[in-house]
């Protein structure tokens, strides 16, 4: 049966439905099964390879996504936002949030036979805190700054300490960037993480990476001797996990339509009608920063407010994004999705397209004249913009920008883009020598705005220095308490789009298609698979 991605383009908490039932409702680890069978999972790892198989240096979401299968967590977050025990089997929180204290499992024991414990967490936490790491978003997640270190109180109690309270230290340690590798493996060959492999993948996880051909498939054998799932949970019930690395969407909707993979990832909406009979597709809003523009304004044009305001009215967002992704992914309005904590609902509605406005804004900053391709003019400068975009560009992406290009165009607007390879993109974004770039976020926790719009924030391309912002956004991070945090980022939320730094395009989904021999598949927070639980029909 064929569910259309409308229909199950649903709430966070109302999709999660599914993984809820997967982790409520299941056996003791010990009931697993005999694990026969394999299961064909299609995705699009074509950054795999260059250097993205290590989720605490990498920030690509399919590097998290895959490496789950190995990458246990000190906790689980469940889909109604609660925590529970995973790696560890209580916690306790100090009264000024500064320090977390875990008591671990005694039983677990990595796919090398080194044993989990204490030692293991804080040689993990340190390394990713260690400058000489080159991690970004992972170390973010570990407080960045704030992060003090990680104390042994005995060989299974571990304290995480901070410089200040940081509040979402708990959803970032349920993450597989913040997931263990064996001590052995950070000794001996932590730099070769990035590239991973059999023997240097290794962690505590229900599956062991035993082979892997880079950009073609990485194949995880069942550990058997798993017994310590979220939980709630059960250790899955197949014995190989077959992940094919497909970056071709028509392929992807191929192979699951024909049987040959049990299930796909990353489908976009205009391939969901061809799924064939027999599979269902399942889609989750993806919490986080939808795909967005970021305006840099400390380089060119973008330095005027009036500049980037006119930028965002200019272009017709509702109907490029009907269009282009068929009416199933929703238009943004805020720099956090609809299903991140602290969304400002109110925003919806209040900046639709006006091109008479943005006119008057570009005259008002000086752009009155005109060359003879139409092209906005200033003391000789064309009113021109380059686009600097990560390849590769996917077919819808490239439509949006065609679009947006014209839209830009009929108020005299150039938009020059320039698809990069990463070294070369690399080179730019650097030292943010250009005008705009292009990316979605995902993430639960609205703290990741720090990262986009802190004036040290490793992801601030829109190069935001302003002291006011940086306050707030140290201020949500320092206080637990939830209304007080989603009222922070509710104004930085109004700010943005006053300011426009970013200017939010759509909220894209996790489309997950499904073949009938896969049953008990339930999905994350950010709607990726999740395999506890999971057997395959005879």
Same mark, same amino acid.
């Given at each position: 049966?064929?569910?259309s #991605?409308?229909?199950?383009?649903?709430?966070?908490?109302?999709?999660?439905?599914?993984?809820?039932?997967?982790?409520?409702?299941?056996?003791?680890?010990?009931?697993?099964?005999?694990?026969?069978?394999?299961?064909?999972?299609? !995705?699009?790892?074509?950054?795999?390879?260059?250097?993205?198989m290590?989720?605490?240096?990498?920030?690509?979401?399919?590097?998290?996504?895959?490496?789950?299968?190995?990458?246990?967590? #000190?906790?689980?977050?469940?889909?109604d936002?609660?925590?529970?025990?995973?790696?560890?089997?209580?916690?306790?929180?100090?009264?000024?949030?500064?320090?977390?204290?875990?008591?671990?499992r005694?039983?677990?024991?990595?796919?090398?036979?080194?044993?989990?414990?204490?030692?293991?967490?804080?040689?993990?936490?340190?390394?990713?805190?260690?400058?000489?790491?080159?991690?970004?978003?992972?170390?973010?997640m570990l407080?960045?700054?704030?992060?003090?270190?990680?104390?042994?109180?005995?060989?299974?109690?571990?304290?995480?300490?901070?410089?200040?309270?940081?509040?979402?230290?708990?959803?970032?340690?349920?993450?597989?960037?913040?997931?263990?590798?064996?001590?052995?493996?950070?000794?001996?060959?932590?730099?070769?993480?990035?590239?991973?492999?059999?023997?240097?993948?290794?962690?505590?996880?229900?599956?062991? %990476?035993?082979?892997?051909?880079?950009?073609?498939?990485?194949?995880?054998?069942?550990?058997?001797?798993y017994?310590?799932?979220?939980?709630?949970?059960?250790?899955?019930?197949?014995?190989?996990?077959?992940?094919q690395?497909?970056?071709?969407?028509?392929?992807?909707?191929g192979?699951?339509?024909?049987?040959?993979?049990? &299930?796909?990832?990353?489908?976009?909406?205009? /391939?969901?009608?061809?799924?064939?009979?027999?599979?269902?597709?399942?889609?989750?809003?993806?919490?986080? /920063?939808?795909?967005? /523009?970021?305006?840099?304004?400390?380089?060119?044009?973008?330095?005027?407010?009036?500049?980037?305001?006119?930028?965002?009215?200019?272009?017709?967002?509702?109907?490029?994004?009907?269009?282009?992704?068929?009416?199933?992914?929703?238009?943004?309005?805020?720099?956090?999705?609809?299903?991140?904590?602290?969304?400002?609902?109110?925003?919806?509605?209040?900046?639709?397209?006006?091109?008479?406005?943005?006119?008057?804004?570009?005259?008002?900053?000086?752009?009155?004249?005109?060359?003879?391709?139409?092209?906005?003019?200033?003391?000789?400068?064309?009113?021109?913009?380059?686009?600097?975009?990560?390849?590769?560009?996917?077919d819808?992406?490239?439509? &949006?920008a065609?679009?947006?290009?014209?839209? #830009?165009?009929? $108020?005299?607007?150039?938009?020059?883009?320039?698809? %990069?390879?990463?070294?070369?993109?690399?080179?730019?974004?650097?030292?943010?020598?250009?005008?705009?770039?292009?990316?979605?976020?995902?993430?639960?926790?609205?703290?990741?705005?720090?990262?986009?719009?802190?004036?040290?924030?490793?992801?601030?391309?829109?190069?935001?220095?302003?002291?006011?912002?940086?306050?707030?956004?140290?201020?949500?991070?320092?206080?637990?308490?939830?209304?007080?945090?989603?009222?922070?980022?509710?104004?930085?939320?109004?700010?943005?789009?006053?300011?426009?730094?970013?200017?939010?395009?759509? $909220?894209?989904?996790?489309?997950?298609? !499904?073949?009938?021999?896969?049953?008990?598949?339930?999905?994350?927070l950010?709607?990726?698979?999740?395999?506890?639980?999971?057997?395959?029909?005879?």
């Amino acid at each position: 049966m064929r569910i259309s #991605l409308r229909r199950r383009l649903l709430p966070l908490l109302a999709v999660s439905a599914a993984a809820a039932l997967a982790l409520s409702s299941c056996a003791a680890p010990s009931d697993a099964g005999d694990g026969a069978g394999e299961v064909v999972w299609g !995705v699009d790892g074509s950054l795999l390879s260059s250097g993205h198989m290590d989720p605490q240096t990498s920030q690509l979401d399919i590097s998290a996504m895959v490496q789950r299968a190995v990458l246990d967590s #000190l906790v689980f977050q469940k889909p109604d936002g609660s925590f529970v025990p995973w790696l560890a089997t209580e916690w306790t929180v100090s009264d000024d949030s500064t320090e977390y204290t875990f008591r671990l499992r005694d039983d677990v024991v990595f796919h090398d036979g080194e044993p989990f414990d204490a030692e293991a967490v804080k040689a993990n936490f340190d390394r990713i805190a260690d400058p000489a790491t080159e991690s970004a978003q992972a170390a973010n997640m570990l407080g960045g700054e704030f992060y003090a270190g990680t104390d042994v109180v005995d060989a299974h109690t571990v304290t995480v300490r901070f410089s200040q309270p940081y509040a979402p230290f708990l959803q970032a340690a349920s993450t597989a960037q913040l997931g263990f590798y064996s001590p052995k493996v950070l000794a001996s060959s932590a730099d070769d993480l990035k590239a991973g492999g059999p023997g240097i993948t290794v962690g505590t996880g229900p599956f062991e %990476l035993t082979d892997y051909t880079p950009d073609q498939e990485i194949v995880y054998t069942r550990n058997a001797d798993y017994a310590w799932a979220p939980e709630g949970a059960e250790a899955p019930g197949f014995e190989t996990l077959r992940v094919q690395i497909l970056p071709e969407p028509s392929v992807r909707v191929g192979v699951v339509s024909s049987g040959e993979a049990d &299930l796909v990832s990353q489908i976009p909406p205009n /391939l969901v009608s061809e799924v064939g009979g027999g599979v269902t597709v399942e889609a989750q809003e993806e919490p986080g /920063l939808p795909y967005s /523009l970021y305006l840099n304004e400390k380089h060119g044009v973008f330095a005027d407010q009036r500049v980037r305001q006119a930028f965002s009215r200019a272009i017709d967002i509702d109907a490029s994004v009907e269009k282009i992704f068929f009416g199933e992914y929703p238009r943004a309005w805020s720099i956090l999705g609809p299903t991140t904590p602290g969304y400002d609902a109110d925003l919806e509605g209040t900046w639709p397209m006006d091109r008479e406005l943005a006119n008057r804004l570009l005259d008002e900053a000086g752009w009155t004249q005109r060359d003879a391709d139409g092209i906005r003019m200033k003391d000789g400068a064309r009113l021109s913009a380059r686009w600097i975009a990560w390849t590769p560009v996917p077919d819808d992406r490239a439509a &949006l920008a065609n679009a947006i290009q014209s839209d #830009l165009a009929e $108020v005299g607007f150039e938009i020059q883009l320039e698809k %990069l390879e990463p070294g070369a993109y690399n080179e730019q974004y650097g030292p943010k020598t250009f005008d705009l770039t292009d990316w979605s976020f995902s993430g639960v926790d609205a703290d990741l705005l720090r990262s986009h719009l802190h004036s040290e924030g490793f992801q601030n391309a829109s190069q935001v220095s302003d002291p006011q912002i940086d306050a707030q956004l140290e201020a949500a991070v320092a206080t637990t308490d939830a209304s007080a945090r989603a009222e922070i980022y509710r104004g930085l939320q109004e700010w943005n789009a006053d300011h426009v730094a970013i200017v939010p395009l759509y $909220v894209p989904s996790s489309v997950t298609a !499904v073949g009938e021999r896969v049953q008990g598949l339930g999905y994350d927070l950010y709607g990726r698979p999740l395999f506890f639980g999971v057997r395959v029909a005879d």
